[in-house]
């Protein structure tokens, strides 16, 4: 007769169970919003090509162009001289879309299956990416086209981002939850340099490609995420993590330690066998979110963190191409240097974060770095190719770091807050607010800078500036309970070493 398994076998072949299913939500929703991130990017590379001085250009011998068009090389209507405007409003459209459809994203993504919601907003994606190449082969030249692929791609682009941070909140408790979603959260780099790179390919031949491609690839995902996306732990018997359990946890329990005990497991899985629709916790009203502590902070410190990012993200190429007279494809290829730093910035932020437990503090200091950052990358970033590379890294890591680090475990944290008594239901809307407020800094940013643009560079860099001494400004609060926090802690700490030292 065999002999039941020993206790540590058994934790060993549930942990390992446990971590491959973890690993594979992670991997999973990385190349989700990889994709997502990849589709927006290619309209940064293209503004290049879409205006661009005709006359370093040879003008073929088959165009019906007048002798003295100088606008001959350019995609009307791009080729006025507001063309900076229409640029923007094309950007605008896309972001005031998402942040407007992101507030409404999160009240559906809570009452959704994600699988479902994730695969449509994919498919959408990819069509509505695709559509906007499409006119380069269809020969459209009114605005109006274009602006409207934006709005609507824009619209079917919030499924992605609580739908991700839902699935990987619902996979992983607090435990190093900074560091593992900072690493995850590099997916928005990833996704932006893979973005410019399948753009750079096509954007001096055929342009429509530098979407269409993307587009089709973002599609593949979405297939790929409706046969393989586990939104539960439960759905598969894995150990769901801390805000899952029923209570009697410690805040700072690491939920992977729960499979320590088979007693727990074996409580826990009964739990799971008898789930009722009665039992399963009603999802939060939007002003109950915002009552969470740290939402609105937080929130509000994103839309001006998410302003300065997505100027970046949205204009450096055409700043690296108008100052330091690079080509359209060498401009697209070097902007992938600042986004190279947003993936270092995210994993330090959320390493330091873990560390130290100061979310506000981290994110503060990166800001107060950033801002002088910025300010020498203008003066003097163009000034050689090696300065160029290490400010743009600096700059990336600096800007990108606290966005990271407050759309990912700042999110993660806030949704499952202590004071929502375990309901996991709250983090899709929650990171809907924080995301959405955040995306009208990412609108304001790139409409500004196409508006302040024509009057010199510099300017758009002191709007960046000023933003992000607002958003630093904005977490003086927080920043202030965190060292509160530390200093009990260390008053305690030496309150116990004393008694240790000298007992009575």
């Known amino acids: 007769m065999r002999s039941a398994l020993a206790p540590g076998v058994w934790f060993l072949r549930t942990f390992s169970r446990d971590s491959w299913f973890r690993g594979f939500i992670l991997l999973l929703t990385f190349f989700i919003y990889t994709c997502y991130h990849m589709s927006r990017k290619p309209i940064s590379v293209v503004k290049s090509r879409l205006h661009q001085n005709c006359s370093e250009l040879i003008k073929p011998t088959n165009d019906s162009h007048s002798i003295n068009d100088t606008t001959w090389c350019d995609w009307a209507p791009f080729d006025r001289n507001n063309y900076k405007e229409l640029l923007g ?3 605008n459209a896309f972001l005031v879309a998402y942040a407007i459809g992101m507030f ?9 299956p994600l699988r479902y919601y994730l695969s449509a907003g994919m498919l959408l994606s990819g069509l509505f990416t695709s559509l906007f190449g499409l006119g380069y082969f269809w020969n459209i ?9 934006q709005i609507c791609n824009g619209l079917v682009q919030t499924t992605g981002w609580p739908s991700v941070v839902t699935c990987v ?4 408790g607090k435990g190093k939850r900074g560091l593992i979603m900072g690493i995850w959260n590099s997916h928005t780099s990833v996704g932006n340099i893979l ?5 750079g390919v096509w954007v001096n031949e055929q342009w429509g490609l530098s979407f269409v491609v993307p587009g089709i690839i973002t599609a593949a995902m979405g297939i790929l995420t409706f046969l393989f996306l586990i939104e539960y732990p439960e759905d598969v018997d894995c150990t769901p993590p801390q805000h899952h359990t029923s209570g009697g946890l410690e ?9 320590n005990s088979p007693k727990e497991s074996s409580l826990e899985s009964a739990a799971r066998g008898s789930k009722e629709p009665s039992a399963q916790p009603a999802a939060i009203s939007f002003l109950g979110a915002l009552r969470i502590p740290g939402v609105v902070e937080f929130s509000l410190c994103l839309l001006f963190a998410k302003l300065v990012s997505y100027t970046f993200l949205y204009w450096l190429p055409l700043y690296i191409f108008n100052v330091a007279h690079f080509s359209a494809k060498e401009a697209g290829d070097l902007s992938t240097l600042f986004d190279v730093g947003g993936i270092i910035g995210g994993i330090m932020a959320g390493l330091i974060s873990d560390y130290t437990n100061g979310r506000a503090t981290t994110c503060c200091v990166m800001l107060i770095l950033a801002a002088p950052m910025m300010f020498l990358y203008n003066s003097v970033g163009q000034k050689g190719i090696t300065n160029s590379v290490v400010m743009l890294i600096i700059c990336g890591a600096l800007v990108n770091g606290p966005y990271a680090l407050i759309t990912t475990a700042v999110s993660a944290d806030l949704g499952t807050h202590q004071s929502l008594k375990g309901n996991a239901k709250a983090l899709s809307t929650v990171t809907a607010i924080i995301d959405g407020t955040g995306s009208i800094g990412a609108a304001l940013g790139p409409l500004l800078a196409g508006l302040i643009s024509p009057t010199g560079w510099n300017n758009v860099f002191y709007m960046l500036i000023s933003a992000d001494i607002l958003a630093c400004l904005l977490l003086c609060r927080l920043v202030y309970k965190e060292i509160l926090a530390w200093k009990s802690f260390l008053n305690r700490d030496r309150g116990s070493s004393l008694a240790l030292t000298h007992p009575r």
């Open 104 to 112: 409404i994203s999160g009240i559906f993504g809570e009452r959704l």
């Open 195 to 199: 973005g410019s790179l399948i753009a």
């Open 251 to 259: 805040e700072n329990q690491d939920p992977e330690d729960l499979g």
């Open 89 to 91: 409003a094309v950007d």
């Open 141 to 149: 030249h009114m605005l109006w086209y274009f602006v409207l692929i």
């Open 169 to 172: 909140g619902n996979w992983f």
